[in-house]
């Protein structure tokens, strides 16, 4: 008792006096063919990419082909709700795991795909993984399947709670889970482990909380796409 995991930060009103500390990350990568000259997307750029109003790359007449994970994976629907949301999506071709979603896009000139960060391994080196600027910052940030960039806006933390009223026993536990203890586990349900001690931050951003006019400020200083017609 007293020891517990959420994918989310506590309410402040819950929060008192309990300690915390984010173990890990579920996360999306964006790839793209290694010839794309785009190694960047603001998050509205890819909202409109997936959307389907930017329908071609700059400098390219052929239509953006897009790929991604099936339907029935866990990452597939979290990834189109935070992205996508109620707007209709563009065609995407789908596949049944992240090697096979790379394996397509390395095919394709114009492909660009979503994908399961943990599962990129050795293919890695056949895409190109685009950064992602978050809302309301200048920094790119691009995971890996060996780290997830502190704020990077496809990813969903697994935090680690410890209640006041722990006893000793399950206060060493937390320890050792906030110190690195239990990683390889981690990895092999799918995670990316967090760097040992990292502390809870502010929540992550909710998309769709975000104002119409923060919304077309990213948008004009993203600058790398346009939109089709």
Same mark, same amino acid.
């Given at each position: 008792?007293?020891?517990?995991?959420?994918?989310?930060?506590?309410?402040?009103?819950?929060?008192?006096?309990?300690?915390?500390?984010?173990?890990? %990350?579920?996360?999306?990568?964006?790839?793209?063919?290694?010839?794309?000259?785009? %190694?960047?997307?603001?998050?509205?750029?890819?909202? %409109?990419?997936?959307?389907?109003?930017?329908?071609? !790359?700059?400098?390219?007449?052929?239509?953006?082909?897009?790929?991604?994970?099936?339907?029935?994976?866990?990452?597939?629907? !979290?990834?189109?709700?935070?992205?996508?949301?109620?707007?209709?999506?563009?065609?995407?071709?789908?596949?049944?795991?992240?090697?096979?979603?790379?394996?397509?896009?390395?095919?394709?000139?114009?492909?660009?795909?979503?994908?399961?960060?943990?599962?990129?391994?050795?293919?890695?080196?056949?895409?190109?993984?685009?950064?992602?600027?978050?809302?309301?910052?200048?920094?790119?940030?691009?995971?890996?399947?060996?780290?997830?960039?502190?704020?990077?806006?496809?990813?969903?933390?697994?935090?680690?709670?410890?209640?006041?009223?722990? %006893?000793?026993?399950?206060?060493?536990?937390?320890?050792?889970?906030?110190?690195?203890?239990?990683?390889?586990?981690?990895?092999?349900?799918?995670?990316?482990?967090?760097?040992?001690?990292?502390?809870?931050?502010?929540?992550?951003?909710?998309?769709?909380?975000?104002?119409?006019?923060?919304?077309?400020?990213?948008?004009?200083?993203?600058?790398?796409?346009?939109?089709?017609?």
């Amino acid at each position: 008792a007293g020891l517990f995991v959420s994918d989310r930060p506590l309410p402040q009103s819950e929060s008192s006096n309990v300690e915390s500390a984010q173990l890990a %990350d579920r996360a999306v990568a964006i790839v793209a063919h290694r010839t794309n000259a785009v %190694d960047r997307l603001t998050v509205s750029e890819l909202r %409109d990419v997936f959307a389907g109003k930017v329908i071609n !790359w700059p400098e390219e007449t052929r239509r953006i082909e897009l790929y991604g994970l099936s339907r029935n994976h866990e990452l597939a629907g !979290w990834f189109e709700q935070k992205i996508v949301g109620p707007t209709r999506e563009a065609r995407v071709r789908r596949r049944t795991s992240t090697a096979e979603v790379i394996e397509a896009v390395a095919a394709s000139a114009v492909g660009i795909g979503f994908v399961d960060v943990a599962q990129i391994g050795p293919a890695e080196d056949r895409v190109k993984v685009v950064g992602l600027i978050p809302p309301d910052a200048e920094r790119v940030l691009t995971p890996s399947r060996r780290r997830v960039p502190q704020d990077y806006p496809l990813a969903q933390p697994l935090l680690l709670y410890l209640s006041p009223e722990a %006893d000793g026993t399950t206060r060493e536990f937390f320890d050792f889970l906030a110190a690195g203890g239990g990683r390889e586990s981690l990895q092999k349900h799918g995670y990316v482990p967090s760097p040992p001690h990292r502390r809870l931050g502010g929540p992550r951003v909710s998309f769709s909380s975000r104002s119409a006019a923060r919304e077309q400020q990213e948008s004009e200083s993203g600058g790398f796409l346009k939109e089709g017609g």
